[in-house]
């Protein structure tokens, strides 16, 4: 079956920077997208970068030139291990950050991500 397993999150203090990794695997990752959602304490879940097949990717507006995202496809398609780069931290980005995976689209907007991880917390210390 597919698994998603997150790791590399921790407690950082502003202005630092952390990676997260996914390690992905049980299903064709040539044809998937991947993201990066997070959800801080009371909140709802968010997305925060998504890379698709083509290795288009989308931020959100609060992420944009902070936070990277990337990708490693195994030769045998099967596996697939994401990063997210998250550079210049701040107090706001505390939450716990879940990978997730789903059919590749063009239009970012269309992917339903059904496959998800069980997330890493990441606390940013002012």
């Known amino acids: 079956q597919v698994q998603l397993v997150e790791s590399g999150g921790g407690l950082v203090q502003a202005g630092g920077s952390l990676r997260l990794s996914c390690a992905a695997s049980?299903?064709?990752?040539?044809?998937?997208?991947m993201a990066w959602y997070r959800q801080a304490p009371g909140k709802q879940r968010d997305m925060v970068a998504t890379?698709?097949?083509?290795?288009?990717?989308?931020?959100?507006?609060s992420v944009k030139g902070r936070f990277t995202i990337s990708r490693d496809i195994f030769r045998d398609n099967a596996r697939n291990t994401v990063y997210l780069q998250m550079n210049s931290l701040k107090p706001e980005d505390t939450a716990v950050y879940y990978c997730?995976?789903?059919?590749?689209?063009?239009?970012?907007?269309?992917?339903?991500?059904?496959?998800w991880g069980q997330g890493t917390p990441v606390t940013v210390s002012s």
């Open positions: 997730a995976a789903g059919i590749s689209r063009p239009d970012i907007t269309l992917i339903r991500f059904n496959y």
């Open positions: 890379i698709i097949s083509s290795g288009s990717t989308n931020y959100a507006d």
């Open positions: 049980g299903t064709n990752f040539s044809n998937k997208a």
